[in-house]
């Protein structure tokens, strides 16, 4: 399957962007005060910032996306990963976040991290196989999110 990623461009991109999202979070957990303060404007909450936020699509249809959400001295958040369900288990998710990772890298990103749950073990275990460490919350940016018990980090 030929994929395309690029970085949200459209409206139909944001839109994108929100529905994947809230499709797998209320699925599993709850939407968070921060998931609609995000996902309601990603332009705003996340590229304005000096941000990107990813789509991939495949045949014209977006079926995933990610972020990168900068925060202070030069660390970035990866956030807001979702691939449709119906694309699961075919790299798309793999080469996504290989795509963002090299992203943040020509951004001048000095390392990424990210909060997860257990309640995600394939994310998780994507997560670790492409080179994100697991560590203790203190050592990472104040997280938002109740459903987060898993936090990880990767050195640029």
């Given amino acids: 399957m030929k994929i395309e990623i690029r970085e949200m461009a459209t409206a139909d991109d944001a839109t994108a962007f929100r529905t994947l999202n809230e499709e797998w979070i209320t699925k599993i957990f709850s939407l968070e005060a921060k998931d609609v303060e995000i996902l309601g404007n990603p332009q705003q909450m996340i590229v304005d910032k000096g941000g990107r936020v990813f789509v991939v699509s495949a045949e014209g249809e977006a079926v995933g996306c990610v972020a990168l959400i900068p925060m202070e001295g030069g660390v970035y958040e990866l956030s807001k990963m979702a691939i449709s369900p119906k694309l699961r288990g075919m790299g798309i998710g ?63």
């Fill in 94 to 156: 793999r080469r996504l976040i290989e795509h963002a990772i090299a992203q943040a890298r020509e951004l001048g990103a000095k390392s990424l991290f990210l909060g997860s749950s257990t309640k995600l073990p394939h994310a998780v275990h994507l997560y670790e196989t492409v080179g994100f460490q697991h560590v203790p919350p203190e050592r990472l940016p104040p997280n938002p999110y109740v459903r987060a018990n898993v936090f990880m980090e990767m050195a640029l």
